[in-house]
């Protein structure tokens, strides 16, 4: 089964962009990359997932290696509430997502 | 639309006593899945429903852990004679459908907190 590594944690600056990187150098073909965030206590939240093609929606925008080994997330333009942890997440070969520890993001003001 | 509830949002429990947990999934879901989530950690996969069938609880610790989802809609997760090693926040979630080559977004709830004394 793919497994996912995060950096634990990681700064930006409120207003700049956030790249959150992921490796993943056991993914099989037919794998997705899933990423999902969690603030404070909360329940983890849907951000984005991808197969093999870059994508982008309201909240961010994945990149995805051309070897797909690893990913990045970037958050354009980082707000205050997204301080968070994010995770990067594979399906196991049951497609059930295998959760890491994430990253830590602290934006700053 | 109102999103998954978990129900009670906490609860206390004395060690060897059970403790039943409650997921209302967001209506029309079809699938249904238990996590348990240990401070500074992601969540691990317990289990998962699909309808009221039970598809995969390779995830269960033990077999003082149990769930059942009898109508396809809440689900209880159920712990045996529960021990200090149990505390833990327990978490709901739900998905429309899984496709079998593709993980559908999950929609958690706000988990329940568990404290064995």
């Known amino acids: 089964d793919a497994k996912t590594t995060q950096p634990p944690s990681m700064d930006c600056a409120e207003g700049r962009a956030a790249n959150l990187p992921c490796n993943h150098s056991?993914?099989?073909?037919?794998?997705?990359v899933y990423w999902y965030r969690q603030i404070h206590s909360q329940g983890p939240q849907y951000i984005i997932h991808g197969l093999k093609n870059n994508e982008t929606n309201e909240m961010a925008s994945l990149i995805i290696t051309e070897d797909r080994k690893s990913s990045t997330l970037i958050l354009p333009h980082a707000t205050l509430r997204d301080t968070a942890v994010y995770y990067c997440?594979?399906?196991?070969?049951?497609?059930?997502?295998?959760w890491g520890a994430g990253t830590k993001l602290i934006i700053k003001p | 639309g109102a999103g998954v509830s978990q129900s009670p949002r906490y609860k206390v429990t004395k060690r060897g006593q059970d403790v039943a947990l409650r997921c209302d999934p967001i209506s029309g879901h079809v699938s249904l899945y238990w996590y348990r989530q240990a401070l500074g950690q992601g969540p691990e996969f317990l289990t998962y429903?699909?309808?009221?069938?039970?598809?995969?609880k390779s995830g269960l610790p033990n077999d003082r852990f149990s769930a059942e989802r009898p109508e396809g809609s809440i689900s209880t997760l159920t712990i045996q004679r529960t021990e200090q090693r149990d505390s833990a926040m327990y978490r709901c979630a739900s998905s429309l459908v899984l496709d079998t080559s593709y993980q559908e977004t999950q929609y958690f709830g706000p988990g329940t907190r568990l404290l064995v004394l």
């Open positions: 056991t993914i099989s073909g037919n794998e997705y």
């Open positions: 997440i594979v399906q196991d070969s049951n497609y059930q997502l295998i």
């Open positions: 429903f699909n309808y009221e069938a039970q598809q995969d």
